[in-house]
């Protein structure tokens, strides 16, 4: 089994930044790609950024330029640095990683989520 947690959300006013971070432990081998979704509330859940073993990246539209996705293969950690936040940007962020391509998410596991707010 592989285990993530994510960290790092929380309340930001808008054009604020925060960095999320996801930590993966368990039977890594089973993890090549990895990304962020997020899910707004009474939205359907949407890939926000995904990134390869590689490092190649995959970013929404509405995310590219302000998003970066990166992420250290000897920590077993992923990271989203988001600046310029807006206030769509608050949804529920979820770790997303196994095996697959690029861009054929979402893979098998997922984190728990981490709440990212963006409001005056």
């Known amino acids: 089994q592989v285990q993530l947690v994510e960290s790092g959300g929380g309340l930001v006013q808008p054009g604020g930044s925060l960095r999320l971070s996801c930590a993966a432990s368990?039977?890594?081998?089973?993890?090549?790609?990895m990304g962020w979704y997020r899910q707004a509330s009474g939205k359907q859940r949407e890939l926000v950024a995904a990134?390869?073993?590689?490092?190649?990246?995959n970013y929404a539209d509405s995310v590219k330029g302000r998003f970066t996705i990166s992420r250290d293969n000897a920590k077993n950690t992923m990271y989203l640095q988001m600046n310029s936040l807006k206030a769509e940007d608050t949804a529920v962020y979820y770790c997303n990683a196994g095996r697959g391509s690029l861009y054929k998410g979402p893979y098998d596991y997922w984190g728990q989520g981490t709440q990212v707010t963006v409001s005056s």
């Open positions: 990134i390869s073993s590689g490092g190649s990246t």
């Open positions: 368990g039977i890594i081998f089973r993890i090549n790609a």
